[in-house]
């Protein structure tokens, strides 16, 4: 049974940072491509970043770019997204996902870790 556990959110002020973590089990994230999306209230569900297990290429939505980063932790089976200069506008249920490298439907989804900035 895949599972897909987020932590790391939490409260913070605006200019603040965190790091949120993706660990998976039941699935080895080589020949995938893991991503962080996020909801906020009454929105859309929107694409954050990720990244290429095998390549380690990365994608950044334009809001997000230069100010977060998400990497990988081989041996932890383990992503993150390292989130900086956080604004009210970050505010959002982020939610990791997984799909296969030659796939562009996400099969396996986590159940979200809350971050809220606060101005």
């Known amino acids: 049974q895949v599972q897909l556990v987020e932590s790391g959110g939490g409260l913070v002020q605006a200019g603040g940072s965190l790091r949120l973590s993706c660990a998976a089990s039941?699935?080895?994230?080589?020949?995938?491509?893991v991503a962080w999306f996020r909801q906020a209230p009454g929105q859309e569900r929107e694409f954050v970043a990720a990244?290429?297990?095998?390549?380690?290429?990365?994608y950044y939505a334009d809001s997000v770019k230069g100010r977060f980063t998400i990497s990988r932790d081989n041996a932890k089976n383990t992503v993150y997204l390292e989130m900086n200069s956080l604004i009210p506008e970050d505010t959002a249920v982020y939610s990791c996902?997984?799909?296969?490298?030659?796939?562009?439907?996400?099969?396996?989804w986590g159940q979200g870790t809350q971050v809220t900035v606060a101005s």
């Open positions: 996902a997984v799909r296969r490298w030659d796939s562009s439907d996400y099969d396996y």
């Open positions: 039941g699935l080895t994230f080589s020949r995938y491509v």
């Open positions: 990244i290429n297990w095998n390549t380690d290429s990365t």
